[in-house]
């Protein structure tokens, strides 16, 4: 007979060691990423093909009419853009913004290359260049929010400060290099050829766009009540989410206050500065190249460090500071002072306002952000600039200083607003 089998061995008491968690795989630089490297370079084609559209069309207004007739026709495309820019908004949150970014630039490449080879049989005439501006307006208003609401989708959200100094570049590379360009293109071939000229660099972006991955969109859930809002309810709804979110709503606030006490003592009221006290063209160039200067650099830094710690805070300190220097511009008493004060104007402006285009892209629902961002971009080109004509008249009355001191005052009242909710001043960007 067989023995009876032994007893069963006991486990082992020696614990087994844990399984160590996969670590995640560090985020690609943006300035490394080659995705996001493609969109740069579509976002700098478009940009720059914008500066020689608009030089094409006033020259070639210019051409055709009366001064007043040409800036009726420059002024046209303000008004569709900003009747239609809340619409662009749901229409990127609906469609998604890559599809709106690219039918944009498509239909922009297709108006002008139309435009120019009409031009070749034909002097240019006014209703003709009407009808371009509005096109161009209301494409505006489709395309800029999409543009704003892209960055989240192509990169990781660590990257996003990085990617906001990388678009400021390509802005700076555009207002460098797009009015030379077109001045060139109107020299060598006249207003065919900078119409031509920017068609084929809408042309150009085309292709980049197409190659350029983006990150999965969030999910829309039939059942979540939102599908079936329409149009105008899912307006209403984003607008709502903005006005009780408790970052997004003072961020707005920020950057509308802040903006509109900046846009008239730079555009408009710097050329008056200049003209009361007899600085000249070159004096106007200077401080232009100095802005310019200091605003490339604040996108510089941005880019290479790609964070900000404390952003929520920091935003709005730059604000103010740029404040002060809006206050000093207006009371310098030569030159040299103007230059240094408008490097310091752009670089904090610019890092201001990156940073809080950075803390939107970051704390709002990406089933939101491009209603959101419409809100922002409508605030920023649309509304802030009406203040142009209010600015002119006042430096007529009581000179460019108290002027520039009183709009310092409105753009601080910004940066005052950011500092006040504790939860934007705690607001950070992903490391």
Known sequence: MSAPPGPTPAPSATPTRPVPAPTPAPERPAHRDANVLRWLGAYTAS???????????????????????????????????????????????????????????AVRCAVILGVALALLFTTPALWMLLAVAL????????????????????????????????????QRVAGVTGAPLGGFAVALGGSPAAFAVAGALFAVSLPLLLAVRMRPGPAKDPADGHADLGAWGELRDGLRYLRRHRVLAPLMATVAVGELGFVGPLNIGLTLLVQERGWGADGMGW??????????????????????????????????????????????????????????????????????????????????????????????????????PLVGAAVGLWGAGPVFLACAAVCAAGGVIGLGPKTLRRAELPK
Do not use: E, N
């Not at 809340?86 to 913004?97: C, E, H, N, S």
């Not at 543009?147 to 660590?158: E, N, Y």
């Not at 400060?161 to 990388?166: H, I």
């Open 47 to 105: 940009m720059v093909g914008d500066s020689v559209y608009y030089m094409a069309l006033s020259w070639a207004a210019v051409r055709s009419g009366s001064p007043a007739q040409a800036g009726f026709v420059l002024a046209a495309a303000s008004v569709p853009r900003a009747l239609l820019m809340l619409g662009g908004g749901v229409i990127a949150d609906r469609f998604g913004p890559r599809r709106v970014v690219i039918g944009g630039d």
């Open 135 to 170: 096109v161009f307006g209301a494409v505006d208003a489709l395309f800029l929010p999409a543009v704003g609401a892209l960055p989240p989708r192509i990169t990781a959200p660590g990257q996003l400060a990085r990617v906001q100094g990388m678009r400021g570049l390509a």
């Open 287 to 388: 401080i232009l190249a100095s802005f310019g200067t200091g605003a490339g650099l604040s996108a510089l830094l941005l880019t290479v460090r790609g964070r900000i710690p404390r952003a929520g805070l920091v935003m709005p300190l730059f604000l103010c500071g740029g404040a002060v220097c809006v206050a000093a511009m207006g009371y310098v008493p030569s030159i040299p002072y103007a230059v240094a004060a408008g490097a310091l104007i752009g670089l904090l402006a610019g890092l201001s306002g990156a940073l809080a285009w950075a803390i939107l892209q970051t704390a709002c629902d990406p089933a939101y952000l491009g209603r959101v961002t419409s809100v922002s971009t409508l605030v920023t080109l649309g509304i802030a600039p009406l203040c142009y």
